[in-house]
């Protein structure tokens, strides 16, 4: 098979495997054929300037025939940007996976420029932890700018492997896991930001780096991927510098930290009573899981806005994004009940920054500050 490079456009290595450095020593996992895999799927039609998720179940349909025939039992599929959406999409994802039994991780991206699309597979093992994937794993993988001859080559590859094949009753067709609320049971959901803020301090999570290993497998995937990572690192710390200058007019109680939502009781027990979280993934799966109603959800583009005056509840439409674009979304939760503010009017936007300064003056105005952001 020929692996196509297409060199006008920049793959973003860092997402395909969540910036893992792997050994693509071509090797697949020894039980891929005898134990449960999970598949996660990006598809992104990076031509567009909206970035659009692209058609990932249909990318997902015409693998998992091949990976039927072959026997690998791909038992659940889920949308790579739902599954990192934020820390808590995450951890409740592979926990599913471990309640499953999952053994292996298969990844697909897809993503298309100037007309010209590439396709990516990684096949290696879960390491039955929320972190997916430990640096150095052993990995299967192809590109090309064909799913099918990735998946015929793949095909090949396993014939001629010594895999033995003891999965005989796979799925007839994929089943989708979908991204599920963040609000979880006896907590309630609020439109506003909550009013307590005035006196109850505010945990803001800073943005963390990517790992880089301090040794790594040569090879030209794991090159472009410290590159990617390099990048995706100086992001952050953009990000994480944007975000005190824009707080830097936030009059109440806040301070700024490491967040792991396992540990929300040392928050407690250290004053904080509110987190400000964040997702991004499709406006579409945000409303889903922050619980809007369906005509809400159902409308093909969301309109993020900015509030004028709180008390005559008048907006300002700030930008327009289809339903199924990749956008930035807040909100803010109460750390003792688990209740979620949702922080109307919808500031989401596909430029992060557009998305922190809009949520920031609409704060600013329901909360009545002093100082407003700039």
């Keep these: 098979m020929t692996i196509l490079s297409v060199e006008a456009q920049k793959v973003d290595y860092a ?4 910036g893992k ?6 090797a697949f996992p020894e039980d891929l054929l005898s134990s449960r895999t999970a598949v996660l799927v990006r598809s992104t039609q990076v031509s567009s300037l909206d970035k659009s998720r692209g058609p990932w179940k249909e990318i997902s349909a015409i693998s998992h025939r091949t990976f039927k025939d072959l026997g690998i039992d791909a038992m659940a599929y889920y949308n790579a940007d739902d599954f990192f959406a934020t820390g808590q999409t995450r951890y409740d994802f592979a926990l599913q996976m471990v309640k499953r039994r999952v053994s292996n991780i298969l990844i697909i991206d897809q993503q298309e420029a100037q007309g010209r699309k590439v396709y990516n597979m990684v096949i290696t093992s879960f390491n039955g932890k929320r972190s997916l994937i430990d640096h150095g794993s052993e990995a299967w993988r192809l590109e090309s700018g064909d799913l099918k001859e990735i998946l015929k080559e793949l095909e090949d590859q396993i014939v001629h492997s010594t895999l033995v094949r003891e999965n005989n009753l796979v799925l007839d067709e994929p089943e989708y896991f979908e991204i599920e609320s963040v609000i979880k049971k006896k907590a309630k ?8 803020l005035t006196v109850d301090k505010l945990a803001i999570p800073i943005y963390e780096d990517m790992e880089v290993p301090e040794s790594f497998a040569s090879n030209s995937f794991n090159q472009q991927l410290q ?6 690192n ?16 936030y009059p109440f109680q806040y301070e700024f930290l490491e967040y792991d939502r396992r540990k929300e009781d040392h928050l407690l027990n250290n004053g904080f009573n509110y987190v400000l979280l964040t997702m991004e993934t499709s406006g579409e799966s945000i409303k889903k899981s922050l619980e809007y109603d369906d005509e809400n959800i159902k409308q093909e583009v969301y309109t993020s806005q900015r ?18 674009g990749k956008v930035v979304k807040f909100y803010i939760k109460h750390l003792l009940t688990g209740n979620v503010y949702v922080c109307n009017p919808w500031e989401a936007s596909s430029d992060w920054e557009k998305s922190i300064r809009t949520l920031m003056l609409n704060m600013s105005e329901a909360m009545s500050f002093d100082k407003r952001a700039k």
């Design 15 to 18: 997402q395909i495997v969540d």
């Design 21 to 26: 450095f792997l050994n693509y020593g071509g």
């Design 189 to 196: 959901r609020y439109k506003t930001f909550p009013s307590d």
């Design 227 to 232: 590159k990617d990572v390099n990048a995706y």
């Design 234 to 249: 100086s992001e952050i710390s953009r990000r994480n510098q944007l975000m005190k200058e824009y707080f830097a007019s």
């Design 307 to 324: 509030l004028l005056d709180f008390k005559k509840e008048t907006y300002e439409d700030v930008e327009n994004n289809p339903a199924t």
